[in-house]
């Protein structure tokens, strides 16, 4: 693995997209990362790219689509950060508020007040998981118009079916998590081809 090289791309690939580059370090990625590149964010510091043995058996093409995706879905997962916070604070409100006016109407049944605690937190936490994979979804779309833009759409296409094969090959907890937050190859081709770019 030639880390200075993957440096460079990485530096010329961020100025071509106007973001900061990350930094970059040789390391493990999970078995399900079938593009051996793992972004990640770190207190304090610049975000990084973890480059894993996989990246090596990429195509050159399948490299630059997987660090373009990278370096874009850490630009765009940062400025989306926010709004997970957000649904995460409505999710959080609006069945207690909802559960709160029911039982001060009298129009909920009489049940303990530990069975509405649980009640609210198992709806909360589905709350939750469905914003994130909703605001997960909106920026993998984001994504795929941000690097057709400034790319290519047959780059965008290279990436697309990498995700997919990704997608479909991880299992267990991470494959549950994949399918639910990355859309499915034909719905991402889909959304980009109606996409104005």
């Known amino acids: 693995m030639d880390l200075d090289r993957i440096r460079a791309d990485v530096e010329n690939l961020a100025a071509q997209f106007e973001v900061p580059a990350p930094e970059v370090e040789a390391g493990t990625t999970p078995r399900w990362c079938l593009d051996g590149v793992e972004p990640r964010f770190r207190p304090q510091q610049p975000p990084m790219l973890t480059i894993g ?3 090596d058996t ?4 399948e490299q630059q689509g ?3 995706e990278a ?6 997962q940062w400025a989306a950060r926010y709004q997970v916070l957000f649904a995460a604070l409505i ?3 609006v069945p207690y508020l909802l559960l709160e006016v029911g039982d001060r109407l009298n129009i909920l049944p009489a049940i303990a007040a530990w069975q509405w605690g649980a009640l609210v937190l198992v709806t909360c936490i589905i709350g939750i998981c469905a914003a994130s994979f909703v605001t997960t979804r909106k920026t993998i779309y984001r994504l795929d118009r941000r690097t057709s ?3 290519s759409r047959q780059l965008t296409e290279v990436m697309i079916d990498l995700d997919h094969r990704t997608r479909t090959t991880a299992r267990g907890p991470s494959g549950v998590v994949l399918r639910l937050s990355l859309p499915s190859k034909p719905r991402r081709l889909r959304h980009l081809h109606t996409d104005p770019a």
């Open 71 to 76: 370096i874009v879905g850490l630009e765009l």
């Open 53 to 55: 043995p996989a990246f």
């Open 58 to 61: 990429l195509s050159p093409t």
């Open 149 to 151: 833009e400034v790319m």
């Open 91 to 93: 999710c959080l409100l």
């Open 66 to 68: 997987a660090l373009a």
